[in-house]
């Protein structure tokens, strides 16, 4: 990833002395777009609150909500490394002085987009701290990079939507083409965190690098139809077209009910019912609140049947990506 | 393919003498979306009159413009035969008389969907011939079965194009998905068909049967980004969708001078250029007449250099697929 050369004009005396930003969880792959297809959720999400001091340096004061899994090392941590990594692009590394209180109000390793939601908070609060020098575009290639330094690649199938909102395709990523997609209004996401853990490249490594021809011609007729279906509304066709031949076989075995989930949820009304980015989170698609309100509570109760402990999120397709809280 | 087991009603009164029908030539794929996109332009294609004859069963009096290649014999010619396969399902085969005459506009086995034309203009004018009893969305499996006979296999990437028009998208099989996309109103075809001999099934046979699941994201990024570019109308981001990794590096190889025509039609200005279905014909997409008449002309001008004879062909996208010539 280049990162733009473009010099901003930084007006000093536009820097906030402090922000509080919160930057929303997203569901990579939207089931059927593995690496491409990506939405963000009104929650869950992290929270990200920055001062400006007088001692230049990006410092972390505190991190609530990680069951202290998270480095305070200013190097180490994604929120404060992608900070670090903005002002050193605008040259201001020795110059200002920032403190961050990280809030996760999500799960780490959760297939939720965690480090991406932190990347894009830190980001988005830091550029927000500076007088919005940056356009949301223009922070992109920041946030695809921060997202390599937190998790050693750079997909942007979290972090686009968590910094866009909505609905996002990338289209390819030499250069970055990342397209906004409409959002059919009544489109929700019941989202169910089995509380066991899937790390991302296992899921990663458990996928095969060859793939039938046949099986990607139905995956990519499937993808075509979930593009249209945005664009019409059409919440048939997005049910249709919702189906992942490719990944969600493999992926699978490492979710424990993952089959049993799925059919509470179809049961239930869902429209679609899959892996959220490699999991082990699962997303039901539903049309309106209720049906996500009840696929939830559902799975829910069968996984505690189960023995196993989750949480759930139900929500809509969160419109806009992060905001400043105040 | 099940055919639909639904009764029509045929008022005999309504069936006409005769009936002409023209159904376009089609370019499967449209560069990027192999087995799954499609679309219609209007011209070259078939023509067919169909007759009404006191003696029952279907005959093909006369083929014109196939240099005597195609059977007129009527159980194995794909107009006759796809008559025969309707005629048949109506419990029509014994009572009534047909007479058809087949004039070819367009070269056969020039991946331009020769056969899908003929297919779609016979089933298309005997529905006609008999007051239209089944509606388009109903004649549709009888195509696909037309294709079936005609070419061994049940693929819809022409078909389906030829008999609604437009741009379409078969999202799957199992059952028939076929969804109309969106026609931006300036993009034109430019066509041009080098006459060499590049039968279907060979272009077929050298696709590789497993392909990389990295070259398969690019893919379905670029048709995700198509579909996206149709419904927003931007030449721009269908330009940069409609490039094929997986299948135009295999099939280019059978084609004379490919990467000279594709570096002509670039650079007079097309938003894309590829393989027109297997092939050989090829296809300039382009915004606007001009460019395509310009490239079309440039690229043939190379090939009469090069001492190959070839056909063009500029056309828009063709709206509504068949009509009835009187």
Same mark, same amino acid.
């Given at each position: 990833?280049?990162?733009?050369?473009?010099?901003?004009?930084?007006?000093?005396?536009?820097?906030?002395?402090?922000?509080?930003?919160?930057?929303?969880?997203?569901?990579?792959?939207?089931?059927?777009?593995?690496?491409?297809?990506?939405?963000?959720?009104?929650?869950?999400?992290?929270?990200?609150?920055?001062?400006?001091?007088?001692?230049?340096?990006?410092?972390?004061?505190?991190?609530?909500?990680?069951?202290?899994?998270?480095?305070?090392?200013?190097?180490?941590?994604?929120?404060?490394?992608?900070?670090?990594?903005?002002?050193?692009?605008?040259?201001?590394?020795?110059?200002?002085?920032?403190?961050?209180?990280?809030?996760?109000?999500?799960?780490?390793?959760?297939?939720?987009?965690?480090?991406?939601?932190?990347?894009?908070?830190?980001?988005?609060?830091?550029?927000?701290?500076?007088?919005?020098?940056?356009?949301?575009?223009?922070?992109?290639?920041?946030?695809?990079?921060?997202?390599?330094?937190?998790?050693?690649?750079?997909?942007?199938?979290?972090?686009?939507?968590?910094?866009?909102?909505?609905?996002?395709?990338?289209? /390819?990523?030499?250069?970055?083409?990342?397209?906004?997609?409409?959002?059919?209004?009544?489109?929700?996401?019941?989202?169910?965190?089995?509380?066991?853990?899937?790390?991302?490249?296992?899921?990663?490594?458990?996928?095969?690098?060859?793939?039938?021809?046949?099986?990607?011609?139905?995956?990519?007729?499937?993808?075509?139809?979930?593009?249209?279906?945005?664009?019409?509304?059409?919440?048939?066709?997005?049910?249709?077209?919702?189906?992942?031949?490719?990944?969600?076989?493999?992926?699978?075995?490492?979710?424990?009910?993952?089959?049993?989930?799925?059919?509470?949820?179809?049961?239930?009304?869902?429209?679609?019912?899959?892996?959220?980015?490699?999991?082990?989170?699962?997303?039901?698609?539903?049309?309106?609140?209720?049906?996500?309100?009840?696929?939830?509570?559902?799975?829910?109760?069968?996984?505690?049947?189960?023995?196993?402990?989750?949480?759930?999120?139900?929500?809509?397709?969160?419109?806009? /990506?992060?905001?400043?809280?105040?």
């Amino acid at each position: 990833m280049e990162l733009e050369k473009k010099q901003y004009q930084i007006d000093f005396s536009k820097i906030r002395d402090r922000v509080r930003v919160f930057a929303p969880a997203t569901v990579a792959n939207m089931i059927c777009g593995f690496d491409i297809l990506g939405f963000a959720v009104d929650e869950p999400g992290d929270e990200v609150a920055m001062y400006r001091v007088a001692e230049p340096g990006v410092r972390i004061r505190s991190i609530a909500g990680d069951d202290g899994r998270l480095p305070l090392d200013a190097d180490k941590n994604t929120v404060s490394a992608c900070v670090k990594m903005l002002l050193a692009h605008l040259g201001l590394e020795n110059e200002l002085g920032v403190e961050i209180e990280l809030t996760k109000h999500m799960p780490i390793g959760s297939g939720l987009g965690s480090s991406s939601a932190s990347t894009v908070a830190g980001l988005f609060a830091i550029n927000n701290l500076l007088g919005d020098p940056l356009s949301k575009a223009e922070l992109m290639p920041f946030c695809v990079e921060g997202e390599r330094i937190a998790c050693g690649h750079g997909h942007a199938d979290n972090v686009a939507p968590a910094l866009m909102g909505g609905i996002t395709l990338i289209r /390819g990523y030499s250069p970055l083409d990342v397209i906004d997609l409409p959002v059919p209004n009544e489109l929700y996401a019941g989202i169910v965190f089995p509380q066991v853990d899937v790390p991302t490249r296992d899921a990663r490594q458990l996928i095969k690098q060859k793939v039938l021809l046949k099986d990607a011609v139905t995956q990519w007729g499937n993808i075509a139809g979930l593009i249209a279906g945005l664009y019409e509304s059409d919440y048939k066709l997005i049910s249709r077209s919702m189906q992942d031949v490719l990944i969600e076989p493999t992926r699978a075995i490492l979710i424990p009910e993952f089959y049993e989930m799925k059919r509470i949820a179809l049961s239930a009304g869902a429209l679609s019912f899959g892996i959220s980015g490699s999991g082990p989170s699962v997303v039901a698609i539903t049309r309106g609140r209720d049906v996500a309100e009840r696929a939830t509570a559902e799975i829910q109760q069968h996984l505690t049947g189960c023995d196993i402990d989750s949480l759930k999120y139900v929500s809509a397709v969160n419109i806009g /990506g992060p905001k400043v809280l105040g």
